[in-house]
């Protein structure tokens, strides 16, 4: 589930990405939001004035172990997407509100969305997030063990819509060169 996100967006994730890190989920949201999961963690990108980002960008980011949960708040054609991390308080947001603490756009840990197709999106993507969060083996790092345990695992994410086909064939290939 890689989406193209603003460029502004994009070079501020460039800037950030360490050498061996993997972008492997990356979704936009309604204003110059996105969300961004990597093989080491999971990043919230926002921009512009609706996020409350005049100038520059604002980067929230967690590595999975550090994720106490992963959700999304969607009604009949809004909602949001909300990380949250020990030491957060999550407090209920509003995805219509311009009020700072209420509002899922200006919120950090937030991303808003629009439209059930993008909600289920954000659904898939918090499943990967709380499988790497709970454990989960990560995506792009072989683990020792039993690479059939592995594909297992991958099948699993491409079955959920998490990782694409490609993707899949790509880590199976890898794998399998190992063996």
């Not at 996100?5 to 972008?23: F, G, M, T, W």
């Not at 509100?97 to 993008?118: H, L, M, Y």
């Not at 072989?142 to 990782?163: F, H, M, W």
Request: glycine residues 8%; charged residues 20%; positive net charge.
């Amino acid at each position: 589930m890689i989406e193209p996100i603003s460029e502004k967006l994009d070079r501020a994730l460039n800037l950030a990405l360490a050498p061996n890190e993997q972008v492997v989920v990356k979704l936009h949201g309604v204003y110059k939001e996105a969300l961004v999961c990597t093989n080491i963690r999971v990043i919230v990108l926002k921009a512009g004035w609706m996020t409350g980002q005049w100038f520059g960008t604002d980067m929230f980011q967690c590595p999975y172990r550090n994720v106490a949960g992963a959700q999304v708040n969607f009604h009949l054609i809004t909602g949001y997407f909300e990380l949250s991390a020990g030491g957060m308080q999550n407090t209920k947001k509003s995805f219509w509100s311009t009020d700072k603490s209420v509002s899922a756009a200006k919120a950090p840990n937030c991303v808003s969305i629009s439209g059930r197709d993008r909600a289920e999106k954000f659904r898939k993507a918090c499943a990967f997030i709380m499988h790497l969060a709970s454990g989960g083996a990560s995506v792009g790092i072989q683990p020792s063990g039993d690479s059939i345990n592995t594909l297992e695992r991958l099948a699993k994410l491409r079955d959920a819509g998490v990782i694409s086909a490609a993707e899949f064939q790509t880590k199976k290939a890898q794998i399998l060169s190992r063996l």
